[in-house]
């Protein structure tokens, strides 16, 4: 039985619904803050805050629990400069808190959302595991922070943890029927969605001036169904005796804000109306992975194209233009 935290948001509803389609069986464990029911289509949820750590306990034994997947987390990074302790708190502390109550219930395999702003500002492209640790933000700090909390873990409990650092997850499954909620979106492709849908007034894009062929900022948008597959993956890693390791989870393609635009027109049929504002503040002019350690860690490797990504998520979008009915 797998434990899958903040399973009821935009990552973790996805992951849930491919480890039931492996025949996993899965419990969710979501303080429903951001998660919405309908998106689990019927997987067991227990609604409940990872910082109650004798929830937590009894439900690893009550349901068997073997394994952890880990997503529930903040993750805006503007708030978390603003608001820094509740990132802390939830964040870390949070994090340490389900550790102790899975650790309680005997339970020492885990798998963590990580994310690639725990190198900040690439120094060298494609980047790689070995890349410095080197947090911008209070966010990518928590990231960073929690990984390092998994390695002593391991040292001091005997934990096995898989920290996968996702690139930019973005697209729906694939019928449509589960995608992300773009109530508090700060991600591109769901912001180019509500502007073509005419939910929010024009998209800005920030810099056209960068040292790319269109000018504009260059990232590596990962299909979130790939990302759920790299979560069973790394589940199947840990049930063979794999070790702690941090894995970059991307496709290895950079595509630039501009393609994006072109790409959601192209497929919607739809212009996108956007203006073109200054640079921001931070914003790297390029990141991409080498998922090389990936494919040879876990045999994983994104089959999914930025098209597929932009078909799903047009596909999701306009046909749940007000998201989840909860
Ligand atoms: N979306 C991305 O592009 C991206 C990139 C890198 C890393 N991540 C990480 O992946 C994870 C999932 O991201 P997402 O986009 O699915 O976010 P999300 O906000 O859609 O999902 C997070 C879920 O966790 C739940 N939650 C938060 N705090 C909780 C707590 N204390 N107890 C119980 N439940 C709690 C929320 O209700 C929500 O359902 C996060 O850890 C995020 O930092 C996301």
Redesign the pocket.
């Known amino acids: 039985m797998i434990l899958v935290?903040?399973g009821?948001?935009?990552?973790?509803s996805h992951t849930v619904r491919t480890l039931q389609a492996g025949n996993e069986q899965v419990v969710v464990?979501?303080?429903?803050?951001?998660?919405h029911r309908s998106a689990l289509l019927g997987a067991e949820l227990i609604v409940?805050?990872?910082?109650d750590r004798a929830l937590v306990t009894e439900l690893c034994r009550s349901h068997k629990v073997t394994q952890v997947v880990h997503?529930?987390?903040?993750?805006a990074v503007g708030e978390s400069m603003e608001q820094p302790d509740r990132y802390w708190l939830?964040n870390v502390a949070?994090t340490v808190d389900l550790v102790e109550g899975v650790l309680a219930a005997g339970v020492k395999q885990f798998v963590f959302?990580?994310?690639c702003s725990v190198n900040g500002t690439p120094a060298e492209l494609p980047l790689t595991e070995k890349a410095p640790i080197a947090p911008e933000s209070v966010y990518a700090e928590t990231?960073a922070m929690v990984e390092r909390i998994l390695g002593w873990y391991g040292v001091t409990h005997g934990l096995r943890s898989v920290s996968l650092r996702?690139f930019?997850?973005a697209g729906a499954s694939t019928d449509g029927v589960i995608g992300e909620?773009w109530g508090r979106a700060q991600?591109l492709v769901p912001l180019v969605m509500k502007a073509t849908l005419g939910k929010r007034p024009p998209l800005e894009v920030f810099g056209t001036d960068y040292p790319t062929p269109d000018g504009t900022c260059i990232r590596d948008y990962i299909h979130v169904d790939d990302l759920a597959e790299a979560h069973c993956r790394a589940l199947a890693y840990l049930t063979e005796g794999g070790a702690t390791i941090a894995l970059n989870v991307g496709t290895g393609v950079g595509t630039s804000v501009l393609e994006i635009i072109k790409a959601t027109e192209r497929i919607s049929g739809r212009t996108v109306p956007y203006t073109v504002a200054p640079r921001r503040a931070g914003d790297p002019v390029a990141s991409y992975a080498d998922p090389t350690m990936s494919h040879k860690t876990l045999g994983w490797a994104a089959t999914r194209t930025v098209d597929d990504i932009i078909g799903s998520a047009w596909q999701w979008h306009s046909t749940h233009p007000d998201g989840f009915p909860d």
Do not use: P, Q, V
Request: a neutral charge.
């Open positions: 935290t903040g009821a948001g935009y990552i973790g464990l979501d303080s429903l803050e951001f998660g409940g805050n990872i910082r997503f529930a987390a903040y993750k939830n949070g959302s990580s994310s990231k996702y930019n997850a909620d991600n």
